[in-house]
């Protein structure tokens, strides 16, 4: 699995880049919520990456935020979606935006997306609704975070799901962390104090 790539931006078009990582090319489909966000040309980039695997093809897709690869991830996993139409959905919509659309139950936002019709909007809101409800409740509000606070909490509940804890456990356990910490952590103070509430 290719969870990510670090290296040179070569090229880019609105829905396609290629990174150069130790002199090897890689193709990436990009959506262009992550296209308006790329550096310069020759420029170091890193994309969060999904690698999908079919009997002929090989496909990656890379994404600038984690929470971009998350709803591309959990949009594919619906039946009828694929990965060309979760891309137009990053690609129409901001994530939150999406969230609010499918907690709202919002037939009209989600019907302007282009290639969402009706009938796909309220499968997306059946099979999405309490999903991304109980998200919206584990996850902290960041938009009063820093950039860097807000790396060091999407990085500290990685390390604690690599330790083994469910996602909806280490992210209520990092939150915890943070009522306590408040404000100047870093990451290894996060970590530790949010393995205490474990």
Avoid: W
């Avoid at 009828?80 to 037939?107: C, N, W, Y």
């Amino acid at each position: 699995m290719i969870d990510s790539l670090t290296g040179i931006l070569k090229d880019k078009l609105p829905t396609y880049v290629l990174v150069e990582v130790n002199g090897v090319g890689y193709g990436v489909h990009v959506p262009l919520s992550t296209y308006h966000k790329l550096p310069q040309i020759s420029e170091e980039i890193r994309l969060f990456t999904h690698l999908t695997v079919r009997e002929d093809d090989l496909s990656l897709y890379g994404f600038y935020t984690p929470e971009e690869k998350r709803l591309f991830s959990t949009l594919i996993s619906i039946s009828g979606v694929g990965p060309r139409s979760a891309l137009t959905i990053l690609s129409s919509i901001e994530v939150s935006q999406f969230h609010q659309a499918i907690i709202k139950e919002d037939m009209t936002t989600l019907t302007s997306i282009s290639g969402i019709g009706k009938k796909t909007a309220q499968r997306l809101i059946l099979e999405l609704k309490d999903k991304l409800k109980e998200d919206a409740c584990l996850v902290r509000e960041l938009s009063s975070e820093t950039k860097s606070d807000k790396k060091n909490i999407e990085d500290a509940i990685l390390a604690l799901i690599s330790l083994g804890y469910k996602k909806d456990t280490a992210t209520q356990a990092t939150n915890k962390a943070l009522d306590i910490l408040k404000e100047g952590f870093d990451i290894e103070q996060l970590i530790k104090t949010a393995l205490k509430f474990l």
